[in-house]
T-cell receptor, first 116, second 114 residues
Framework: GAGVSQSPSNKVTEKGKDVELRCDPI?????LYWYRQSLGQGLEFLIY????????KSGLPSDRFSAERTGGSVSTLTIQRTQQEDSAVYLC??????????????FGSGTQLSVL | AQKVTQAQTEISVVEKEDVTLDCVYETRDTTYYLFWYKQPPSGELVFLIR??????QNEISGRYSWNFQKSTSSFNFTITASQVVDSAVYFCALSEARGGKLIFGQGTELSVKP
């Protein structure tokens, strides 16, 4: 597609349920990033992928959070046993590469997660 | 450790006023990159500019200008003759040359009133 696509755009779930968030990066982009934006907060880094590998998972808040990327393309972020504090907008971004640090990121519109 | 600070959480101006958004960063690296992104009400972040640590030339693009000063570790963003369409949250961000994550500031919400 032309841009980064995220699905679903909105997700409402009950506390304790698992959720999966999906990200389709721009074709040809080897680097993929997940960020979390809570209400009134900045962007909190979660994890990034270079290809299918995740060199930096340092931002994942707990072991309830995991992410994978397959075929160097689609990525899923899974949150197990959701808690109310997980409510936020989850943003995905991609870039041509993550090496060198100079690549600009292209962002999706995000998934608004609400945990009741 | 890397850190980006945007001390202004909210700014409100009247159309046609000039406004400057402040950004201060911390890094131990000598090579790094600074960015500004705009997040309009629609939610999708849009890239505005990138500067590398070796290029301190100020940049102007239409009504937008950026002032990069390594001596004060600042990368400020000025909008001249602001317009209602400039209303958005603006984020300053930093990445290091070894690559990887982009560290964002908390953002500044700019409201331009007619």
């Amino acid at each position: 597609g032309a841009g980064v696509s995220q699905s679903p755009s909105n997700k409402v779930t009950e506390k304790g349920k698992d959720v999966e968030l999906r990200c389709d990066p721009i074709s040809g982009h080897t680097a993929l990033y997940w960020y979390r934006q809570s209400l009134g907060q900045g962007l909190e880094f979660l994890i990034y992928f270079q290809g299918n590998s995740a060199p930096d998972k340092s931002g994942l808040p707990s072991d309830r959070f995991s992410a994978e990327r397959t075929g160097g393309s689609v990525s899923t972020l899974t949150i197990q046993r959701t808690q109310q504090e997980d409510s936020a907008v989850y943003l995905c971004a991609s870039s041509l590469a993550s090496s060198g640090g100079q690549e600009k990121l292209f962002f999706g519109s995000g998934t608004q997660l609400s945990v009741l | 450790a890397q850190k980006v600070t945007q001390a202004q959480t909210e700014i409100s101006v009247v159309e046609k006023e000039d406004v400057t958004l402040d950004c201060v960063y911390e890094t131990r690296d000598t090579t790094y990159y600074l960015f500004w992104y705009k997040q309009p009400p629609s939610g999708e972040l849009v890239f505005l500019i990138r500067r590398n640590s070796f290029d301190e030339q100020n940049e102007i693009s239409g009504r937008y200008s950026w002032n990069f000063q390594k001596s004060t570790s600042s990368f400020n963003f000025t909008i001249t003759a602001s317009q209602v369409v400039d209303s958005a949250v603006y984020f300053c961000a930093l990445s290091e040359a070894r690559g990887g994550k982009l560290i964002f500031g908390q953002g500044t919400e700019l409201s331009v009133k007619p």
